[in-house]
């Protein structure tokens, strides 16, 4: 069975710019959620979909954004980059709300 | 919020040791989680343990979700144990995020 995945592995983007991170749940599993991993802030989350509809979102400003497609797929935006969103980001997707199955991350760089 | 904390925050052993880390949690807890995460990032999910005890290999937990803790056992360390280790809670009232400890950092010396 794969695990979930996530692309790309690595982004860079400049500041201001947007970037895109995908993410591919657990074939079955319909709730994604999404986690931002950065240096000295620890994991936080950031949002939750369910059935393609988001059922929850961390303290995160509106910038970050996101959806799932009709396949339970789903993509993080963020827009507007700041430095400080430089994190890794991470994506785990989960069955009937039980255990949680996080991917391999997408690290994000802002320069 | 509800708070998470681990202990101890940096823990260095000798490889064949036996090791005990601590999750308290400030808040009755739907779900418990401990991982492993990995020196490239991944969150290697080690167990699901809102209650009870579980074993799996080298490793057992222990949560006792009346007095909000949780126990990771690691016996027999080996170097590729290294690495930190989070507990996760998600608050009970279904709100489904995580909430995260701050990690204890293990360190399996050969």
């Known amino acids: 069975e794969a695990g979930v995945t996530q692309s790309p592995t690595h982004l860079i983007k400049t500041r201001g710019q947007q970037a895109t991170l995908r993410c591919s749940p657990i074939?079955?599993?319909?709730?994604v959620y999404w986690y931002q991993q950065a240096l000295g802030l620890g994991l936080q989350f950031l949002l939750w979909?369910?059935?393609?509809?988001?059922?929850n979102r961390g303290n995160f400003p509106p910038r970050f954004s996101g959806r799932q497609f009709p396949n339970y797929s789903s993509e993080l935006n963020v827009n507007a980059l700041e430095l400080e969103d430089s994190a890794l980001y991470l994506c785990?997707?989960?069955?009937?709300?039980?255990?949680?199955?996080f991917g391999p991350g997408t690290r994000l760089t802002v320069t | 919020g509800i708070q998470v904390e681990q202990s101890p925050p940096d823990l260095i052993l000798q490889e064949g040791a036996n090791s005990t880390l601590r999750c308290n949690f400030s808040?009755?807890?739907?779900?418990l989680q401990w991982f492993h995460q990995n020196p490239w990032g991944q969150l290697i999910n080690l167990f699901y343990?809102?209650?009870g005890t579980k074993q799996n290999g080298r490793l057992s937990a222990t949560t006792v979700a009346t007095e909000r803790y949780s126990l990771l056992y690691i016996s027999s360390s080996q170097t590729t144990d290294s690495g930190v280790y989070f507990c996760?809670?998600?608050?009970?009232?279904?709100?489904?995020?995580?909430?995260f400890g701050k990690g204890t950092k293990l360190t399996v010396n050969p």
């Open positions: 785990a997707s989960s069955l009937a709300r039980m255990m949680q199955y």
């Open positions: 074939s079955g599993h319909t709730s």
């Open positions: 979909y369910d059935e393609g509809e988001e059922r």
């Open positions: 808040d009755s807890v739907n779900n």
């Open positions: 343990i809102p209650s």
């Open positions: 996760a809670v998600e608050l009970q009232g279904g709100s489904e995020k995580l909430v």
